[in-house]
């Protein structure tokens, strides 16, 4: 059963600072790894997705690493900024979709990030 | 502005009474997710519908039913089957093909129970 983990659960640091958020999966048969952003009592948006074939996704200050073979995930956060602090949650599909026995997206529990001024 | 509304975002009901959380999406997208968030736990799915009038369960549909008479809409209902039901639901929809694609979200419904 696939399982994805998130480490650490929660993170502290100055602005300015560049920093690294990990994820890993045990069933390294994935067809996609997402990374979404959630602020405090809101859904969840999505940032960057890696599709199995693909080494890394950047989106301006944002880059997600993923690798495969080692069942593991990095999303890099450069020159961080208060405005980052959320919660970031990352998620494997087994097949390109979101429902059904192999297409459930399992998540993590995220790492729940703050930046400090 | 194309996107998921989700209603209300705060619901109270006493035990033992059903609920419905509306979902309405004008994305165009033809599948549709419900999710459930608890605190120190992933999100899990409870029901999803890939096209109208269709729609399967997910890994924690006990106590819970939806329907997709409309593309646009996921209505959820949580029944008074439902033995723990005071979470964050949260719904989301996609595009099915190409696959590959991201998962979009509402801003969730926090519905308490006493």
């Known amino acids: 059963k696939q399982e994805v983990t998130q480490i650490p659960a929660a993170l502290s640091v100055p602005e300015g600072e560049n920093l690294v958020l990990n994820c890993s999966f045990t069933?390294?048969?994935?067809?996609?790894l997402q990374w979404f952003r959630q602020d405090p009592g809101k859904g969840l948006t999505s940032l960057l997705l890696i599709q199995s074939s693909q080494r890394e996704q950047t989106s301006g200050r944002l880059n997600a690493s993923l690798d495969k073979s080692s069942g593991r995930s990095t999303l890099y956060i450069a020159a961080s900024q208060p405005g980052d602090s959320a919660t970031y949650l990352c998620a494997v599909s087994l097949d390109g979709n979101y429902g059904g026995s192999q297409g459930n997206l399992i998540f993590g529990k995220g790492t729940k990030l703050s930046v400090k001024p | 502005d194309g996107g998921i509304t989700q209603s209300p975002k705060y619901l109270f009901r006493k035990e033992g009474q059903n609920v419905t959380l509306s979902c309405e999406q004008n994305l165009n997208h033809d599948a549709m997710y419900w999710y459930r968030q608890d605190p120190g736990q992933g999100l899990r799915l409870i029901y999803y519908?890939?096209?109208?009038?269709?729609?399967q369960k997910g890994d924690i549909a006990e106590g819970y039913s939806v329907s997709r008479e409309k593309k646009e809409s996921f209505p959820l209902t949580v029944t008074s089957a439902q033995k723990n039901p005071t979470a964050f639901y949260l719904c989301a929809s996609s595009i099915l093909y190409p696959q590959n694609s991201p998962l979009h979200f509402g801003n969730g419904t926090r519905l308490t129970v006493t």
């Open positions: 519908s890939q096209i109208v009038n269709d729609f």
């Open positions: 069933d390294s048969a994935i067809y996609n």
